[in-house]
C-alpha cells in the first residue's frame, strides 16, 4: 500500500526552499512507499511537470494567503484533501502560516501534521510583521504534531520553541567532476582570463541575502588586485540596482551577473571561493553544496554553524567589515584543500548530514513503514 504525503510549499522552482523540499521528497520516496502531492502558488514548469508524473505525484495550485481571505485559504487546502486523500501526513514549509495548512489538515483527520522552518528573521520588520509573526509563532506550536527546523534561528523565528533539528538533503548523486575543457568554456563564456580568481555568489539577489554588500567589497579588491574575478548568480528584487552598482563602480570587467541557472554544481566547481553576505540564514544550499564540490566558503555572522559541515572548507566573518572579508577570502583560497568526493560523502555519513540518515527520520515521522 502506498502511503500519500501533502505538502505546502510556495513553489517548485525557485530558491533554495524548492529545491530542499524536492530533495527531501525524492530521498523519501525512494526509501520508503511514499508518493507526495503537492500544494503550491504558482504553476510549475515543464520540466517539473514531467518529474512529477514520474514520480505520481498530483500539484494543485492556490492562491496565497495575501491573495484571498484566511477562510478561503483553509476551505481550498481542505477540499484538495477531500477530494484526492487518504493523506497519511502534511508537510508545511510556508513558514508562520504553518499553520493554516495544519489546522485545514487536523479538521480532515490527518493525524501527523509537520511544520518545518528553514528562513530566519531580516534586520528590518514593521510593527504589523511583527505581530503576525508572533501570532503564528503561537498558532505553528498549536496545530502542529511536528516541528522541524534546519537551523536554531530558523526554529526560533518560526516556531519560537520546541522544535527539532533536520539537516537539509543534498543531492550529491548530481556532482560530476568538470573536465579541463569544460572548465575553459565556462571560463571563456564569463570572459575570464583562465588565471583569474574567481568569487562566486549563488542565491536570491537582495532581501535577507544583503547581495548589494559584495559589490563594494569587490571594488576594494580589484583595487589592488586585478585578478580577483565576481560571479553573480540568481535572481531577486535587488538585481537592477546591483547593475547600477556595477556601472557606478566600473566593475563590468570584473562582475558578472549571469541570472536565474541551472548549473549549480558546475558553477560552484568554477568558483575559487563562495561568498555567502546574509543577515541571517536558515541552512543555505549553497554553502552546503560548495563544501561538497570542495569550494571554500566565506561568509557572514549571520550564518549559523550548522552550515559547517567539517570538511576545513568554512571560514566566519566576524563583522561586515571588508577588511575582515578581504582577509578571509585570501585566507580560504590560500588554503583551498581537496578531496575525494568519497571522502566527503563520508564525512556527511558520519555526522549525520547524508541523504540516507536525514529521509530515514522523516519516514518515521511520517509514521510510515518503509519497504
Excluded at 554588500?213 to 540596482?241: Q, R, T, W
Excluded at 575559487?272 to 553576505?277: E, I
Excluded at 549553497?286 to 569550494?295: A, D, K, M, N, V
Aim: with cysteine; glycine share 4%.
Amino acid at each position: 500500500m502506498m502511503n500519500k504525503i501533502l505538502v505546502m510549499v510556495d513553489n517548485l522552482e525557485i530558491g533554495g526552499v524548492a529545491r530542499v523540499v524536492r530533495n527531501f521528497c525524492d530521498a523519501c520516496s525512494k526509501n520508503s512507499n511514499l508518493i507526495f502531492d503537492y500544494v503550491i502558488y504558482i504553476e510549475p514548469s515543464e520540466e517539473t511537470l514531467n518529474e512529477l508524473s514520474k514520480a505520481k505525484s498530483k500539484y494543485f495550485v492556490i492562491p496565497r494567503v495575501s491573495e484571498t481571505t484566511i477562510f478561503k485559504y483553509i476551505n481550498n487546502i481542505r477540499s484538495i484533501i477531500r477530494n484526492n486523500g487518504k493523506y497519511s501526513a502534511i508537510h508545511a514549509h510556508t513558514t508562520y502560516f504553518i499553520w493554516l495548512a495544519c489546522y485545514a489538515a487536523k479538521k480532515e483527520k490527518i493525524p501527523v501534521r509537520v511544520g518545518h522552518a528553514h528562513g530566519s528573521e531580516g534586520p528590518y520588520k514593521s510593527l504589523i510583521s511583527k505581530v503576525v509573526e508572533s501570532s503564528g509563532r503561537f498558532l505553528n506550536r498549536k496545530y502542529c504534531t511536528h516541528m522541524l527546523a534546519c537551523a536554531e534561528t530558523s526554529g526560533e523565528y518560526t516556531f519560537g520553541s520546541r522544535f527539532e533539528f533536520i539537516p537539509n538533503i543534498i543531492k550529491y548523486d548530481n556532482i560530476k567532476r568538470l573536465t579541463s575543457k569544460q572548465r575553459s568554456d565556462y571560463y571563456e563564456e564569463f570572459n575570464i582570463p583562465k588565471d583569474g580568481i574567481i568569487l562566486g555568489y549563488l542565491g536570491v539577489i537582495g532581501m535577507v541575502k544583503n547581495t548589494k554588500f559584495l559589490i563594494p567589497l569587490m571594488k576594494k579588491i580589484v583595487e589592488s588586485h586585478k585578478k580577483y574575478y565576481m560571479i553573480l548568480a540568481g535572481s531577486g528584487p535587488d538585481e537592477e540596482v546591483i547593475k547600477d552598482m556595477i556601472d557606478k563602480e566600473n566593475l563590468t570587467s570584473y562582475v558578472k551577473l549571469i541570472g536565474q541557472r541551472s548549473d549549480n554544481y558546475e558553477l560552484l566547481q568554477i568558483f575559487d571561493v563562495l561568498l555567502m553576505p546574509s543577515f541571517s540564514e536558515g541552512m543555505s544550499l549553497s554553502i552546503l553544496e560548495s563544501q561538497l564540490c570542495s569550494t571554500p566558503c566565506v561568509v557572514s555572522p549571520g550564518v549559523p554553524k550548522t552550515n559547517n559541515i567539517h570538511m576545513n572548507l568554512f571560514y566566519q566573518c566576524n563583522s561586515y567589515n571588508y577588511d575582515d572579508w578581504e582577509k578571509n577570502i585570501r585566507l580560504a583560497y590560500k588554503n583551498k584543500c581537496k578531496t575525494s568526493l568519497e571522502q566527503r560523502i563520508n564525512i556527511l555519513e558520519n555526522i549525520k548530514y547524508d541523504k540516507e540518515s536525514i529521509a530515514k527520520k522523516l519516514v518515521e515521522i511520517y509514521n510510515v513503514v518503509k519497504k
